[in-house]
């Protein structure tokens, strides 16, 4: 036995003489990855990803075996910088977007030059620059290792190809402890990709991004497979989930009215109502709410995508795809859609936007909804003020007035939505266009009057300006329709298309400040505000708002109601329905559910954490059981999927055509 010991210590050692830099490489790859895990899915930490990452770095690494020793450094140092790479955008994405990288965005990656101000403002920390630190221990290793003759040395060991076997070997035992812990759900998630948190807390960040590669070419080769098993969840899912036609107070009340669409970018529901100084954040906002129709519970239901797949979902309440985005990966599917709904009813269809009409592929991806017309930059307006992104929204609003009323005049009716811009993150410069304050006045005791600094020169501080002008513009907006008799007979929608993606830190300030002493209260103070991630979800709603200026329903509707909703909603208000409509009329009832893209869904009585299978009651005098959890859980992810299948295998394209001809053929059998 003594024996046995010593030659496993003289063999330990030998191996580790003669392997530094690969255990280097494996070591810091490593690091890497449990630190990314760490920052990101909230102090996470668990087994099982982390042997997913080391198999896949031990399978990788035992190639490096087959080459020279004095060329190895080259390979092993791209794989450690591939590594770091993975690990370094996924930081950054999370920090955005509460969501890990994807491959299928690789076609819209140059639009990052647009917000390149937002990334290194509000998104960049720290904590970014810690992976970077692999390559750099891997460099000075190597240098040390030169000095040293190191890789001279082990030239004279001939045991490459051998060393590559028991590397490999290693690996595939790594792998097959890490798969004897997998669950049947483990491999159906990883499978689908949509919950991608759960796929890098369960398959490592580096198992999750080679699967993310696989599943981005799901547009090329999707539709070549699995086509009849699609069709099929197809069927059984609105064989089972009908969508009929609504029939209650509020059905055909704007039958034949015109319809305005206010896209709003990045205006948050928290702020309306909202005072500062006794000023009003959102003064426009707080009317219309009050006069109209307002769902004060109205979630975006975006991933990736953003503002287009709040489009998309919005206007075929459909859900964003689980790999890529609808506008830039699947737009040449066939959609039912409100503008393709409304133009059945002899409605003119346009869009508007201040930016270039091909972010986000808008100028085809808008032709596909049923849009007759795109009016885009300085296509169609002259950008004669610019704000962040664009043309600022008070002359977008004021250049596209005679737009709608030339439309107006030439229409019986219209259908148009104005996407708005100035909003966007990084908000840069808002403060030369607005006098708004965002400090704290108060009167001492010598009653002298201070200004405490509150949010000003903070990224919130700035949002909450940007979103006064926001407001300023849209009150422009109105006054000037009504200037041109365009509200006798035009209803108009206001929904924001997602939060504003803001850190939680940032909350810590608005919720904790204390103006006495210009600094943030301590989390031992009974005042404090813990700001955890349900919070943080729960206050990502968005406003959303019906208003008519000749009929003002003055109501609140507290009911949670998601993107997918509005299209059912609005379609039982003026007349229009769609059969594939995933979401439900709001009126037709009675406890509604708004399903999100990674899986996490909500009602009226719970937030449910579908990553960590936990959730949060919304009202603690009514508990909810197991079965209402498993419900929902099930109701959750058969949405996701059919809608998946719907947008990847263009199943109402084919669905019709297959109909279609069935119907041809029973009537010529008919005719026989």
């Known amino acids: 036995m003594k024996n046995l010991l010593n030659k496993f210590k003289i063999n330990s050692r030998a191996y580790i003489k003669t392997n530094i830099l690969f255990m280097s490489y494996v070591i810091v790859s490593l690091l890497n990855s449990t630190i990314l895990r760490f920052f990101t899915v909230n102090n996470y930490f668990a087994i099982k990803p982390v042997l997913a990452d080391l198999a896949v770095i031990l399978l990788v690494g035992a190639l ?352 148009g939505t104005l996407i708005m811009l100035t909003n966007h993150t990084p908000w840069a410069g808002i403060e030369e266009h607005t006098d708004f304050s965002v400090d704290y006045k108060y009167t001492n005791d010598n009653g002298v009057e201070v200004s405490a600094p509150y949010l000003e020169g903070t990224t919130l501080g700035k949002y909450i300006k940007a979103v006064h002008y926001a407001d300023e513009a849209l009150g422009q907006l109105i006054n000037d329709l009504d200037k041109e008799g365009l509200l006798e007979d035009t209803v108009i929608v206001i929904y924001g298309d997602h939060d504003a993606k803001i850190k939680k830190s940032e909350y810590i300030r608005y919720y904790n400040y204390d103006p006495y002493t210009d600094s943030v209260l301590d989390e031992d103070d009974p005042k404090y505000v813990d700001v955890d991630f349900y919070s943080y979800e729960l206050n990502r709603k968005v406003p959303f708002i019906v208003w008519s200026k000749n009929n003002k329903l003055r109501t609140e509707v507290t009911e949670v109601m998601g993107m997918y909703d509005v299209l059912p909603t609005l379609g039982n208000m003026f007349d229009f329905y769609s059969p594939y409509a995933l979401g439900h009329d709001m009126f037709s009832i009675n406890e509604n559910v708004v399903v999100f893209p990674d899986g996490n869904w909500l009602t009226n009585k719970m937030y449910y954490y579908n990553q960590k299978e936990e959730g949060l009651l919304l009202k603690a005098d009514e508990p909810v059981s197991v079965e209402y959890i498993n419900k929902y859980n099930e109701i959750s992810e058969n949405l996701i999927s059919v809608s998946d299948k719907i947008i990847v295998y263009d199943l109402i394209k084919k669905t019709k055509e297959t109909d279609d001809l069935l119907e041809q053929y029973q009537n010529n059998k008919k005719k026989e």
Request: charged fraction near 20%.
């Open 64 to 415: 490096g075996y087959f080459i020279k020793p004095k060329n190895q450094f080259k390979y092993f140092f791209t794989w450690t910088v591939i590594f770091t790479a993975v690990c370094v955008v996924n930081s950054l994405y999370y920090t955005n977007y509460l969501s890990y990288a994807s491959f299928s965005l690789l076609a819209t990656s140059l639009q990052i030059v647009d917000v390149a101000d937002a990334v290194t403002e509000n998104i960049l920390e720290i904590k970014d620059f810690i992976y970077l630190i692999a390559p750099i221990i891997l460099i000075i290793v190597h240098n040390i290792l030169k000095k040293k003759q190191y890789y001279e040395a082990v030239s004279k060991i001939e045991v490459g190809k051998v060393r590559a076997l028991n590397t490999l070997v290693a690996g595939l035992i790594v792998l097959g402890f890490f798969i004897s812990m997998l669950t049947a759900v483990d491999i159906s998630r990883l499978n689908k990709q949509w919950n991608r948190e759960y796929v890098v807390m369960q398959f490592g960040i580096y198992t999750y991004q080679l699967n993310d590669a696989i599943a981005s070419l799901k547009p090329q080769i999707s539709p070549l497979f699995g086509y009849d098993d699609a069709a099929k969840e197809f069927r059984d899912y609105y064989s089972k989930n009908t969508r009929e036609k609504s029939n209650n107070d509020y059905t055909n009340i704007f039958k034949g009215k015109n319809l305005l669409m206010i896209h709003a970018e990045s205006i948050q529901q928290f702020l309306i109502g909202k005072t500062f100084n006794g000023v009003e954040v959102t003064p426009t906002l707080n009317k219309l709410s009050k006069e109209g129709l307002y769902f004060s519970n109205f979630y975006a239901q975006e991933s990736v995508g953003t503002s287009s797949d709040s489009e998309f979902t919005l206007n075929t309440s459909l859900m964003p795809a689980s790999s890529g985005t609808v506008f830039v990966s699947y737009w040449d599917r066939e959609y039912v859609a409100t503008p393709k709904l409304l133009k059945e009813k002899g409605y003119y269809t346009f869009s508007m936007h201040g930016n270039n009409s091909t972010f986000w592929n808008r100028s085809n991806m808008h032709k596909k909804l049923g849009y007759d017309r795109f009016y885009a930059y300085s296509d169609d307006f002259e950008i004669d003020e610019t704000i962040g992104l664009g043309l600022s929204d008070k002359s977008f609003f004021r250049q596209a007035v005679p737009y709608i009323k030339q439309i107006s005049e030439e229409n019986k009716n219209f259908y």
